[in-house]
């Protein structure tokens, strides 16, 4: 498989979970301005989004959408726990995380990333960006995951927004739960690993 990253980007989480999940994989770096790949190619033929994280598949197929990719990094290696087993409602309390981490958190992190946008604008989605991650504290008391005891691809992808929090200067101290489940899953090896490969600096 080749996981089409571009550092420090949501990419990260399907890097964990390849890593996590003890799968072989290859990087391929994308310039996300130039849409182009570390040898030249155009990155939009391969994936026309234009977008990271993509999966290349040993058949040559092209997978898009991190959610969705962590999910089948998961199920092929179904040991690891990564993921609840299909049908049961276990699964389903995982696709709500995902669904809400990808829909709620993601989706207000990313205007932040937009140098048009002014200081007043990137106030109020950081504003909502805390109210999400509030409730996410609320959630984790008593829990050392987002499903409880066992770490899972949505715990890859959360950490991967908390790292963007730490990037904005993002005040964590009056969410303790959050915090301690941050330092939690950043002290995992393949989370270090994860962020050595893309060149960034350990999280704090």
């Not at 276990?90 to 200081?119: I, Q």
Request: some cysteine.
């Amino acid at each position: 498989m080749k996981l089409y990253y571009s550092p420090g980007a949501c990419s990260l989480s399907p890097h964990i979970a390849l890593l996590e999940a003890g799968l072989p994989y290859e990087l391929v770096k994308v310039d996300l301005r130039a849409k182009k790949l570390e040898n030249g190619e155009d990155y939009l033929k391969l994936n026309p989004k234009g977008q990271v994280p993509a999966l290349g598949l040993d058949s040559g197929e092209i997978v898009t959408e991190g959610p969705v990719i962590v999910q089948m990094i998961a199920d092929q290696a179904a040991a690891k726990a990564l993921a609840p087993a299909h049908g049961s409602s276990e699964r389903y309390k995982l696709l709500e995380w995902l669904n809400f981490l990808t829909s709620e958190v993601h989706k207000s992190f990313g205007p932040m990333f937009a140098p048009a946008l002014n200081d007043e604008a990137k106030a109020f989605f950081k504003d909502r960006v805390m109210g999400k991650l509030k409730y996410i504290d609320s959630q984790l008391a008593g829990r050392d995951y987002l499903m409880g005891k066992q770490f899972t691809v949505a715990d890859g992808y959360l950490f991967t927004m908390l790292t963007w929090g730490d990037r904005m200067k993002f005040d964590f101290s009056a969410m303790p739960n959050l915090a301690a489940y941050k330092a939690r899953v950043a002290a995992r090896p393949q989370v270090q690993e994860a962020l050595k490969k893309e060149g960034l600096a350990q999280a704090k």
